[in-house]
């Protein structure tokens, strides 16, 4: 059964045009929350409230860095998941600066 709540959870997670978006922007790497505000055109705090979505689905992993917080495609994803992301189109995306530039790479 805990599969099942799983898989809801994750399908609702991704069931969102916003949430949608930031796994497309996330396909091209590693991406700073301050980017997404310029993508998804809503608030830091609209954007912080997808990425949790995702991030508690364990579609996503974050990593801080400084004041920013940065994402990434969880590498293991479900099959269902994964097909999803397939699917998608990489958006490509402004860095919003080198104060919390992510093209450092994972630490």
């Known amino acids: 059964m805990d599969s099942v709540i799983k898989m809801e959870n994750q399908l609702k997670a991704v069931s969102d045009i916003n949430r949608l978006k930031i796994l497309a922007c996330l396909k091209q ?39 920013w917080k940065h994402y990434r495609l969880n590498e293991e994803q479900t099959t269902y998941i994964q097909a999803v992301l397939d699917e998608l189109e990489p958006i490509s995306y402004q860095h919003c600066g080198p104060g919390c530039s992510s093209e450092e790479g994972v630490d």
């Open 29 to 67: 790497g590693e991406v700073c929350v301050c980017d997404f505000v310029d993508v998804l055109q809503v608030s830091q705090p609209a954007v912080s409230q997808q990425l949790r979505k995702l991030k508690d689905a364990g579609i996503i992993l974050e990593r801080k860095k400084g004041t």
